[in-house]
């Protein structure tokens, strides 16, 4: 009797450590754009989202071309402010 009262044990927490696993917080995987999209190949000259601070390898859906150097960015709007006013960015990185 005391074998199967272990193996209930270990069967129990076998379960519940199964049981947790699955219950963790949902992570919806997404492939990033830059792996997949029209700038899959594209080696990005900054490593942040200048205007938000969002790291490119997050997925870029917008470019810049600025004296010679590609830049991504999230989102048109950031490229938008970005070009605004370039060389503040720049200054600081
Ligand atoms: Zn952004």
């Not at 450590?17 to 830059?34: D, M, R």
């Not at 010679?68 to 960015?73: E, I, L, P, Q």
């Amino acid at each position: 009797m005391k074998k199967i009262g272990i193996l209930l044990v270990v069967a129990f927490f076998a379960f519940s450590c199964k049981k947790e696993v699955e219950s963790k917080p949902e992570v919806v995987v997404k492939t990033p754009k830059h792996l997949t999209g029209e700038f899959a190949n594209v080696k990005f000259d900054n490593e942040k989202d200048f205007y938000c601070g969002m790291d490119v390898s997050m997925g870029v859906s917008d470019t810049a071309h600025y004296k010679g150097k590609v830049y991504g960015f999230c989102a048109k709007v950031c490229k938008d402010e970005f070009l605004k006013t370039p060389e503040k960015y720049l200054a600081k990185k």
